[in-house]
Nanobody, 115 residues
Framework: QVQLVESGGGLVQPGGSLRLSCAASGSVYSISYMAWYRQASGKQRELVAG???????NYADSLKGRFTISRDNTKGTVYLQMSSLNPEDTALYYC?????????WGQGTQVTVSS
């Protein structure tokens, strides 16, 4: 099985940047796709960005240009670089992995954008 642990969340001022990390452990060789989702209070969970094992990326249209996803296959880690953050980006950010066709989720890391 694959386990996912997110880190890097916290409080940041509007306009600031933050980098999230998601470390995968276990059968990392089985992961074909990793992504970041987020869920704001009272809203549905939504896709932020995803990346395949070959490095192909996809983004939520509204976040293109501000968020960048990357992946280090040797470490089984995926990153989310976030810039120009605004209060609407406040949410619990979840790491997701598709492992042998099965979805895996991390516990989430809170990102709060506030002055």
């Amino acid at each position: 099985q694959v386990q996912l642990v997110e880190s890097g969340g916290g409080l940041v001022q509007p306009g600031g940047s933050l980098r999230l990390s998601c470390a995968a452990s276990g059968s990392v060789y089985s992961i074909s796709y990793m992504a970041w989702y987020r869920q704001a209070s009272g809203k549905q969970r939504e896709l932020v960005a995803g990346i395949t094992s070959m490095g192909r990326t996809n983004y939520a249209d509204s976040l293109k240009g501000r968020f960048t996803i990357s992946r280090d296959n040797t470490k089984g880690t995926v990153y989310l670089q976030m810039s120009s953050l605004n209060p609407e980006d406040t949410a619990l950010y979840y790491c997701y992995a598709l492992s042998t066709g099965r979805p895996r989720w991390g516990q989430g890391t809170q990102v709060t954008v506030s002055s």
